[in-house]
């Protein structure tokens, strides 16, 4: 069993019910299925009054033939509701008090964890990406880059297949448990390549579809 330490208690204990004194993102853990209706008692708690932003996971769903424009609907991952708010003790106890939520995210008990402006910034980029991400199970293999341009500038992780138009990224976020990921397929121009992996790539003529290149064929170079 694992005992913190006496410092550590101390520690703890000096920083618990003390929050940014500016608006910050964090992530409420709901039980599955109990996402939108949390975030709906959240919006209409706290919209204009503490809270500024509420965001479910949704990623953008390919349009059927008879729609114009893709629409949101399925979630990426269950058990998640970020919101970006001034957090005090009356919001962070309300919403731990709400049926179906679990916990908010953070190291214990009115101590909730700080996800960075720039990581929700890369991750809503990354929701309205097509194709749409996906959540896998981490593949412990790919060399590691960072998208250099674009919406999702800054993103990070391992490359895990190079295909005619797009990089795949297995991209780390801080809020996704080790053993998971997520893909992301991001296009050429926004990842740093090296020149034998563009030299490797099969572009498609209009009758032949390119065969999607493993990894370990060639070398990707991070970007600066």
């Not at 940014?20 to 709901?30: C, G, I, V």
Request: hydrophobic fraction near 35%; charged fraction near 25%.
């Amino acid at each position: 069993m694992f005992k913190l330490s006496k410092s550590d208690r101390e520690y703890y204990e000096r920083i618990r019910g003390h929050y940014p004194n500016r608006p910050s993102w964090y992530a409420t853990m709901t039980h599955c299925g109990k996402e939108r209706l949390v975030g709906r008692k959240m919006m209409e708690d706290f919209a204009g009054r503490g809270l500024g932003e509420i965001l479910l996971p949704e990623v953008l769903e390919q349009p059927r033939r008879d729609q114009v424009e893709p629409e949101a609907g399925k979630l990426l991952f269950t058990s998640h509701v970020f919101f970006n708010g001034l957090l005090d003790d009356e919001i962070y106890m309300k919403i731990c008090a709400y049926p179906g939520v679990y916990k908010i995210l953070g190291r214990t008990y009115r101590i909730p964890g700080v996800i960075s402006d720039e990581e929700m910034m890369i991750f809503k980029a990354v929701l309205n990406t097509s194709p749409p991400p996906r959540l896998v199970s981490r593949q412990h293999i790919g060399t590691q880059v960072c998208v250099t341009s674009g919406l999702m500038k800054g993103l990070r992780g391992q490359v895990i297949e190079v295909q005619s138009k797009f990089v795949k990224i297995q991209a780390d976020f801080s809020f996704v448990d080790r053993g998971s990921a997520i893909i992301v397929a991001v296009p050429h121009e926004l990842v740093c390549l090296g020149q034998e992996a563009r030299e490797s790539l099969v572009i498609p003529s209009n009758n032949h579809r390119a065969k999607p290149t493993p990894i370990g064929a060639h070398c990707i170079s991070p970007g600066a």
